[in-house]
Each structure stands twice: as C-alpha cells, then as structure tokens.
C-alpha cells in the first residue's frame, strides 16, 4: 500500500468543507496524479473568487489588478509585501467544491454494497446499501459533520434501518444515546487509495466494527431498563383503583343518594371510569359487614 497520510486530511476537508475551495488548497499538499482523479470526479467547478492566495509566499489573500497591454494581452497581478508585483491567472481564481454524492457513491462501491445510495439529509446524510455481515444483513450509513446534527435527527431517518453501520468522515464523535447509537467507524482510518481509486480496508473495518458492537452491548447492559409503556398504564390504573376504597363508595352514595351521581362524582375526582354497579356493591358489603 502506497503511503498516504494525505488521506485523513482529505477526509478532514471532505467533512468540513461546504463552499468553494481553491485548487492551491489541494495541490500544496496532494500527489498530483491523485488530483487528476478528483478533478474528474469528486470536484466540480464553481464561481470564481475574488482574492487569491498570493502563489509566492503563501501568506495572504489580495484581489487581483488587471492590466491590458498594447497589444491586447491581458495580465492580473496581486501585491506582496515580501516579493512585490506577483503575476497570478485565471485558473487560479476557479473555485471547486466537493460532489458530496459522488464520493458517497465511491464509498459504497469501495464496499461493495448492494442496493442504491439515497440521500436522507442534503450533503450531510446518506445510506449507502446493505452488506452481509455474519449470515445477517446490515445496513451502512456516511454522515457529514455528524458532531453538529442533533442525534434526535439522525435517528429520526435511521430507526428502522438494519443492525446499521455509520460511516464518518473524519473523528468519530462521543456517544450520545446508548439505545441506539449503531457501529462507528472513520473513513480516515479506514481507507487508502490503490490503482488510482479509493480503496476500503474491509479487514480494518470489520475489526471496528466487531469493537463497536461489543462497546454498545456492554453499554447497553449498563442502562436501566424501564418497562414498557403499557405495563406502565396497567400500574397507575391499579394503583388508583387501590386508592378508591369501600369507605369512598359508601361516603359518596350518603352525600348522593345515587349510585349513578356517586359513580359520576367518583369518576371525575379519579379520573377513571366508576360504574353505578360497583358503588351498589360497596355499599352493600359494608351494610352487610
């Protein structure tokens, strides 16, 4: 595997990034053959800025000055303190921004993932398809900028999805709801570029994955389990109906003088439905008592 520690930086700026960027913001640092497979795919052209980054010392941004000379010839040049008069072009002025779709794509196909990429939040959120994992089938998500969505919102559109894997596109962020955060991994650690595309290393992946299966069980089993919502509606209705004794009954139908006015009175005041036959019955049982 070829080095590549321009890698985490690109995914650093891929996660990051949402305007337009500069071609020198790219070609300082990355091999040159490997712009050439960005420029056709992952980057699109967009309108040009109106400063440049000065290409002699780096240091400061100036708007360019035209000149036209006598014969016709158009030239721009930026001011720098350090190196005077510096010529700059057109190029340089082109912005580029990311195909966040694209590169969603390239990563399910990195994975071999079945399914069509969807996009669920716009240049944010995607699912990418479905792998095979263990005789069961997974889901496997890329987020952007995951740490600034509120996880109410990504689980809005992941809480049905399947035993789901979330791909990140640089540092995996703290965990927030151990219920049902799914797996994380990093793309800046799990990928690398080999034969002129991107490359996933699906042993690393799976390492970490494994790992964040196990954290999220251990995490899981730590959490106190409420019951459910129904078995929660079945303890106040019997804790109430507990409340309403004999002695309610009988002192309701002496105010009343009706079963059926007790019952209503009872009704409102417990917020439960008394029947007049119930109230007959108490005052019975303790006339018989």
Known sequence: MPDAN???????LIDSCDDGISWDALDDWMPPDVLDVLQSTWLRQTSNSELITCPECGEHEEEPVVFAGRNGDVRMFIACPEFGRVQVFADDLQLWRFDFQRIAQTVAES??????????????????????????????????QIESLESAQVR???????RPILLCCDNQPERVDHQWCPALASLSQLSHWHGGQLAADHRRLMETVVAQDELL?????????LPAPRTIRRHVKAEIESMV???????????????????EELSRQTGQKITKDKVARAVAAMEDS
């Open 6 to 12: 321009w890698i985490p930086p690109l995914w650093t």
């Open 217 to 225: 069980n251990q995490l899981r089993s730590t959490q106190p389990r």
């Open 245 to 263: 004794s004999n002695e309610m009954y009988v002192a309701a139908y002496r105010q009343h003088q009706s079963y059926r006015k007790a019952a």
């Open 111 to 144: 994975l071999n993932l079945t399914d069509a990429v969807t996009l669920a939040i716009p240049d944010r959120l995607w699912r990418l398809g479905r792998t095979q994992w263990r005789q069961q089938l997974r889901e496997v998500w890329l987020c952007r």
């Open 156 to 162: 809005r559109h992941m809480q049905s999805s399947l």
